[in-house]
């Protein structure tokens, strides 16, 4: 393969490792509240739940790994190592791309935090979850924003079929009814 | 059930359940069984009267992969010889 | 060093006189951790707060810890029928002082705590505590306030919620350090046996449950108080001075407790004897019910309480409390559901042993136990009629 042809192949990586990862992190939101909930879904059960919103959730990280690094042997993205830091600082649509640094910040802390869970313990797991339901707007709008196929239709589809998922999830996650986890009882004291 | 290590010594391994976590999410007893149901309220109730129940041999892998499950870390394992 | 005579040792105390302290009881030694523990070994000293756990086991267990403990005395009494420990302290807080002195001595303690109720007036407490180098600290009470890991995590500045006892508070409590909470009774308690020893202490009360204890008798009693009388008494004669009416039974331990029916008045106050009513002294509370007074409706009223006094973190608690008076009130009221006192068991059974602290076991206990003694009775209120209301009727 000659040098334009890897730089394309590169491109196509990250961009569509890119847009999976997105997919992955709508898995990982609405299969999230489906586990708070405390209700099984069929063939699951309540452990099945949970067991693949962490699958979904790593198997994203994985894949925005390999989109940060096909991204930054691409000249094409001029990605570098800074940007995957501090945002709104590269050359290439800055803005767009800031989204997508913050989005791995936020990502990176999330997911480091809830690997180490036991060691930090549940009011401090919980509290950063919490930025899971910023992580993943943010994360969308970098990829409506950023890179060739902004505006194409397939991936103003995915991204509908996105928010449609956690717009019904969240909504579902804001009744009532929900936090009894489908029990008559009174509402514990937590931490 | 205790089972016997290489070295001849008892192991008896116990699953202890952090009443002050404890949401009934569920995951435990549907990955435990035979060791524990579920009460009236959806929280988990040992079966045999246990405070913290003997997990037996057979059932450590699922033991460990409830004490991972539970989604508040209210569950651990411990040595209680 | 001899004891002065008598059983009132603890309540005959001089207040906050402490010279007059010392010419009453004697100078307070300052024994070593291994004499210490020797003379509470050999005086079978248990905790006078209601759990009656083996003194010795504790001072061990918070010794055997690398760091340099924290000395906790516990005055919070959370159990509304006692006034022990308020009485106590108002009348003998230096022996109280004393049993912290000689602990954070031995231990090394890092620090000396005195945790009194918060709505109570302790300022005369507080500056006798002061002058003497121990922290008393003011703190919110609650039925479950008092209980060790509750009362150490006010201490932290946290509510007054039981904490899980996977670790105890004898291995990590105040700032994570070894904590040794002791009633302020036993304290007392301990401060005689360190001056007068062990074989003095075994020389009153009973083989197995020697020493005297501090009794909050209320109820139907023309004289209800404080009164201080030898362990493995028996419950009658405790009961003569406060002058009991007409008695159907005596609730032994507080709301955690059990009864003692009116035929029964004959059992000696040990663990031993006590273990068939399925019960143990506890914290010294006895509490005499009237023949005219409905036992259904006062265990219907004592469960409301307990049920509003869960910390509401652990759920079969939270929920199985409130199940528990709710069916006691139906029954009280003379619902006629013959399933009523099944269904009340089945919920004891289910509370017990699952939850943070003995909150549901204890609650579950004196449910039962009303069950239990009192089975005519509400044999009686599912057939329509109550024999108490009878016998108000007829008097």
């Known amino acids: 393969m000659n040098g334009a042809g890897l730089n394309e192949a590169l491109w196509a990586l990250g961009r569509g490792?890119?847009?999976?990862?997105?997919?992955?992190?709508?898995?990982?939101?609405?299969?999230?509240?489906?586990?708070?909930?405390?209700?099984?879904?069929?063939?699951?059960?309540?452990?099945?739940?949970?067991?693949?919103?962490?699958?979904?959730?790593?198997?994203?990280?994985?894949?925005?790994?390999?989109?940060?690094?096909?991204?930054?042997?691409?000249?094409?993205?001029?990605?570098?190592?800074?940007?995957?830091v501090l945002p709104f600082l590269a050359s290439y649509r800055p803005f767009w791309l800031g989204l997508g640094t913050l989005a791995v910040d936020t990502l990176a802390v999330v997911a480091v935090v809830s690997l180490l869970r036991v060691r930090v313990g549940p009011r401090v797991f919980r509290a950063v979850h919490w930025a899971t339901y910023a992580l993943w707007p943010v994360a969308l709008t970098h990829a409506l924003g950023s890179g060739t196929d902004r505006?194409?239709?397939?991936?103003?589809a995915v991204a509908a079929g996105c928010v449609l998922a956690v717009v019904v999830a969240v909504g579902w996650r804001l009744t009532p009814s929900y936090a009894e986890r489908g029990w008559s009882r009174h509402p514990r004291r937590t931490a | 059930m205790p089972v016997?290590?290489?070295?001849?010594c008892l192991v008896t391994t116990r699953l202890h359940i952090d009443w002050t976590r404890c949401d009934g999410h569920g995951s435990c007893a549907e990955l435990l069984p035979e060791l524990l149901t579920v009460d009236d309220f959806g929280f988990p109730l040992t079966r045999?009267?246990?405070r913290d129940p003997v997990v037996p041999p057979r059932d450590e892998d699922a033991a460990r992969h409830a004490v991972r499950s539970c989604p508040v870390m209210a569950l651990r394992l411990y040595d209680a010889s | 060093?001899?004891?002065?005579?008598?059983?009132r040792l603890l309540l005959d105390g001089t207040g906050a006189d402490h010279a007059a302290h010392l010419a009453r009881y004697g100078a307070l030694p300052r024994p070593g951790l291994a004499d210490l523990l020797a003379a509470v070994h050999h005086s079978g000293l248990t905790g006078r707060g209601g759990a009656g756990f083996p003194t010795e086991t504790k001072m061990r267990a918070v010794a055997a810890g690398s760091r340099r403990p924290v000395i906790v005395g516990n005055g919070l009494e959370g159990e509304p029928l006692s006034a022990k420990d308020a009485v106590l302290l108002g009348r003998n807080p230096h022996l109280v002082l004393d049993g912290l002195e000689l602990l954070a001595?031995?231990?090394?303690?890092?620090?000396t705590v005195l945790a009194v109720p918060a709505d109570a007036d302790t300022s005369a407490v507080g500056s006798v505590g002061r002058a003497r180098g121990v922290s008393v600290v003011p703190l919110a009470g609650g039925f479950v306030a008092g209980q060790e890991s509750a009362l150490v995590h006010q201490l932290e500045g946290g509510p007054p919620t039981p904490q899980d006892p996977f670790t105890r508070v004898t291995e990590s409590g105040v700032d994570g350090r070894p904590?040794?909470?002791?009633?302020?009774?036993?304290?007392?308690?301990?401060?005689?046996?360190?001056?007068?020893?062990?074989?003095?202490?075994?020389?009153?009360?009973?083989?197995?449950?020697?020493?005297?204890?501090?009794?909050?008798?209320s109820g139907s009693v023309r004289h209800p108080g404080v009164v201080e009388a030898e362990r493995g008494s028996i419950l009658r004669d405790v009961l003569a001075p406060a002058e009991p009416m007409e008695a159907s039974a005596v609730l032994v331990g507080g709301y955690h407790g059990a009864w003692v029916p009116a035929s029964g008045l004959g059992v000696?106050?040990?663990?031993?004897?006590?273990?068939?009513?399925?019960?143990?002294?506890?914290?010294?509370?006895?509490?005499?019910?009237?023949?005219?007074?409905?036992?259904?409706?006062?265990?219907?009223?004592?469960?409301?309480?307990?049920?509003?006094?869960?910390?509401?973190?652990?759920?079969?608690?939270?929920?199985?409390?409130?199940?528990?008076?709710?069916?006691?009130?139906?029954?009280?009221?003379?619902?006629?559901?013959?399933?009523?006192?099944?269904?009340?068991?089945?919920?004891?059974?289910?509370?017990?042993?699952?939850?943070?602290?003995?909150?549901?076991?204890?609650?579950?206990?004196?449910?039962?136990?009303?069950?239990?003694?009192?089975?005519?009775?509400?044999?009686?209120?599912?057939?329509?009629?109550?024999?108490?209301?009878?016998?108000?009727?007829?008097?």
């Open chain 3, 105 to 111: 001595r031995a231990l090394r303690a890092r620090r």
């Open chain 3, 268 to 395: 000696r106050l040990t663990a031993r004897d006590l273990a068939a009513y399925g019960v143990s002294v506890g914290a010294g509370v006895l509490h005499v019910l009237d023949v005219r007074a409905c036992p259904v409706e006062f265990a219907a009223e004592v469960a409301d309480y307990l049920a509003s006094e869960s910390t509401r973190q652990c759920g079969p608690c939270l929920n199985g409390l409130p199940r528990m008076a709710t069916d006691l009130r139906r029954l009280a009221a003379g619902v006629r559901d013959n399933a009523l006192p099944g269904s009340i068991r089945r919920m004891s059974r289910l509370v017990t042993g699952r939850g943070a602290c003995a909150h549901p076991d204890g609650s579950a206990r004196f449910v039962a136990s009303t069950l239990d003694v009192f089975r005519g009775h509400v044999a009686a209120h599912l057939e329509g009629w109550c024999p108490s209301a009878q016998r108000r009727a007829a008097s």
């Open chain 1, 17 to 84: 490792t890119g847009v999976v990862a997105l997919v992955m992190f709508t898995v990982a939101m609405v299969l999230g509240i489906a586990s708070r909930s405390g209700r099984p879904l069929p063939g699951l059960g309540r452990f099945g739940v949970s067991d693949l919103h962490r699958t979904a959730s790593l198997t994203g990280v994985g894949l925005v790994a390999v989109h940060l690094t096909s991204l930054l042997f691409d000249p094409f993205a001029q990605l570098r190592l800074v940007d995957l």
């Open chain 2, 48 to 50: 045999f009267a246990d």
């Open chain 2, 4 to 8: 016997r290590a290489a070295e001849g």
């Open chain 3, 1 to 7: 060093m001899t004891a002065p005579p008598g059983t």
């Open chain 3, 179 to 217: 904590t040794l909470v002791l009633n302020v009774e036993t304290l007392a308690q301990l401060a005689l046996v360190a001056r007068y020893g062990a074989a003095w202490f075994r020389g009153i009360g009973s083989a197995d449950d020697p020493g005297t204890s501090l009794f909050t008798i």
């Open chain 1, 151 to 156: 505006g194409t239709l397939w991936l103003r």
